[in-house]
């Protein structure tokens, strides 16, 4: 019955619906005995949602005989309490239930999975509304009475769709992966030309990223995909160094006016090395442009102030500043970590962030300091 291009994974369904918040009054924290059974089943599992006893019954023996698996419920809160328990390869439902209608049931289960085949059966005078929820993400809607045949079609190329889908996002993800990889890999090698030139901002750029993300993991609700960000922005802070020229770069003396205005730009450069990694990590660039934004706007290269600057570059003005003071420089040895310290307390609220002074008070122990 059922042609090769079907796959299921009804695991991983089971896992979007552990988490998700659709107030029944039972959950199975662990994975229930039926879903670890059903883990080994070949038989797509259905479930129906039908308030009307005769349609249910007919559409659950002829499913049955189709070699589906069935769970029939005759309402929309009883269809959440089985999804939130059991994992289903598919939900065959009408439309017009007593209580929550199968629109609202629908917009609640795309609310935590969007790849759940979902069918909708509906009467004639329905029509405009089950179009609708084709649009609010159900896969077909099909006309009562339905033939069990036409049903089973529709759940079949809807879970041939979907499989299909999964496996072009899938794809899309893991080349979008790749990529980022090669793109990461070649802007390390930049910043190994940049570093070595210079043997006093050997490693800066690492232990900087390593400050910057210690710091971050001591704040409240931090994601992971927002320390990832401020993990990559710290470590290529300086990136666009690339494109100032040497003189001017390792220049032994003060910058003049207009050496400076050149060094200034790195900030802009480095953001536009960074372009490519905007669709996954828009962040990044925000922060490695911003890096040298000042708490009360005095810096550069916008001028922005307070919290309009991205956390990453906040965190990273306290960090950069640290390292450049515990650090050997050809015109001084390294200082202290309390040095740092004394530093960093009196940029409170002009350069420094005043709400991140106290976290960096917590954490500068552990930093990396060459005293
Ligand atoms: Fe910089």
């Known amino acids: 019955m059922f042609g090769g291009t079907v796959e299921f994974h009804p695991t991983q369904r089971h896992i979007l619906w552990g988490s998700a918040d659709i107030n029944t009054s039972k959950r199975s924290p662990s994975p229930p005995l039926r879903t670890l059974i059903q883990v080994k089943t070949e038989k797509p599992y259905i479930l129906l949602v039908e308030d009307d006893p005769d349609q249910s019954q007919l559409l659950e023996l002829g499913l049955g005989q189709q070699g589906f698996r069935v ?15 059991e994992a289903f390869d598919a939900v065959v439902s009408d439309l017009g239930l007593p209580g929550m209608r199968g629109d609202e049931l629908l917009r609640l289960i795309r609310n935590v999975d969007q790849s759940l085949p979902f069918i909708m059966l509906t009467g004639e005078n329905n029509v405009p509304t089950a179009v609708q929820s084709v649009r609010d993400g159900a896969d077909e809607y099909l006309m009562k009475p339905a033939s069990v045949a036409t049903v089973v079609q529709h759940i079949l190329s809807a879970m041939d769709r979907r499989v299909r889908t999964n496996a072009e996002e899938r794809r899309l993800r893991d080349a979008d992966k790749a990529q980022i990889k090669a ?3 070649g802007v390390q090698a930049l910043v190994n030309s940049l570093e070595t030139k210079d043997q006093y901002t050997r490693d800066h750029s690492k232990k900087v990223a390593q400050i910057a993300l210690m710091m971050a993991k001591e704040l409240p609700g931090m994601s992971k995909d927002q320390l990832r960000e401020i993990r990559i922005g710290a470590w290529l802070h300086d990136i666009g160094k690339i494109g100032i020229p040497l003189t001017i770069l390792h220049k032994n003396g003060p910058l003049d006016a207009e050496e400076w205005e050149e060094v200034k730009k790195h900030t802009i450069y480095g953001a536009r090395i960074l372009e490519p990694l905007s669709k996954h990590y828009p962040e990044v660039q925000r922060i490695v442009r911003h890096e040298h934004e000042r708490w009360d706007g005095k810096g550069y290269p916008d001028g922005i102030a307070g919290t309009e600057i991205p956390l990453g570059a906040r965190l990273i003005m306290i960090a950069d500043t640290y390292d450049a003071i ?20 009196e940029g409170a609220g002009t350069q420094f962030d005043p709400g991140l002074v106290p976290v960096f008070e917590k954490t500068y122990q552990e930093f990396p300091c060459a005293t």
């Not at 515990?326 to 307390?345: F, H």
């Open 71 to 85: 769970a029939a419920v005759r309402d929309a809160r009883s269809a959440l309490h089985r999804l939130a328990l």
């Open 183 to 185: 793109f990461l890999t």
């Open 326 to 345: 515990c650090s050997n420089r050809p015109y001084r040895a390294a200082l202290t970590r309390d040095d740092a310290l004394k530093v960093i307390r």
